[in-house]
């Protein structure tokens, strides 16, 4: 069972996917390689940021606020993150969220659970959108560390 001083450090993506409760294959929300970064501090603190490999590049010298809808969508449907406190229970973690891209996020518990295998941490969840439940699997590797600047 996982105890929260082993999750501590940073987490590279290798990939999502989504399963279905009441249907054949799986889909991967961000394609099949997508990019993500999960942090946990010692003192409890988390952030989770994914995002598709292939993203488009916003026009250059234009802020981001006074480009077209369309391209604020595109850029922003992308991305995905959000960040909070957490904590491990009985092999899960638990993220209490406070900060996220999508405004539903604030004041939610995901609720994960966790297994690791050396360098791979993989974290699954359920959820339902739509009246369909999703089954998510996320995999995880260590990053490596980093030299002081």
């Given at each position: 069972m996982i105890e929260q001083h082993e999750l501590v450090g940073a987490w590279q993506l290798e990939s999502w996917s989504i399963g279905y409760e009441e249907r054949e294959g799986f889909s991967h929300p961000f394609g099949e390689e997508p990019r993500g970064l999960l942090l946990y501090s010692e003192d409890g603190w988390m952030s989770a940021s994914?995002?598709?490999?292939?993203?488009?590049?916003?026009?250059?010298?234009?802020?981001?606020?006074?480009?077209?809808?369309?391209?604020?969508?595109?850029?922003?449907?992308?991305?995905?993150h959000y960040a909070g406190r957490y904590r491990v229970?009985?092999?899960?973690?638990?993220?209490?969220?406070?900060?996220?891209?999508?405004?539903?996020?604030?004041?939610?518990?995901?609720?994960?659970?966790?297994?690791?295998?050396?360098?791979?941490?993989?974290?699954?969840?359920?959820?339902?959108?739509?009246?369909?439940?999703?089954?998510?699997?996320?995999?995880?590797h260590r990053a490596p560390a980093t030299a002081p600047a």
């Open positions: 994914i995002s598709r490999q292939d993203r488009a590049r916003l026009p250059v010298g234009e802020s981001p606020r006074k480009i077209p809808d369309s391209q604020q969508a595109a850029a922003y449907s992308s991305y995905f229970v009985n092999g899960d973690v638990i993220h209490y969220v406070t900060q996220s891209l999508n405004p539903n996020f604030p004041g939610t518990e995901q609720l994960r659970h966790a297994e690791l295998d050396g360098q791979t941490l993989v974290l699954t969840g359920k959820d339902e959108a739509g009246g369909v439940v999703r089954y998510h699997t996320l995999v995880w």
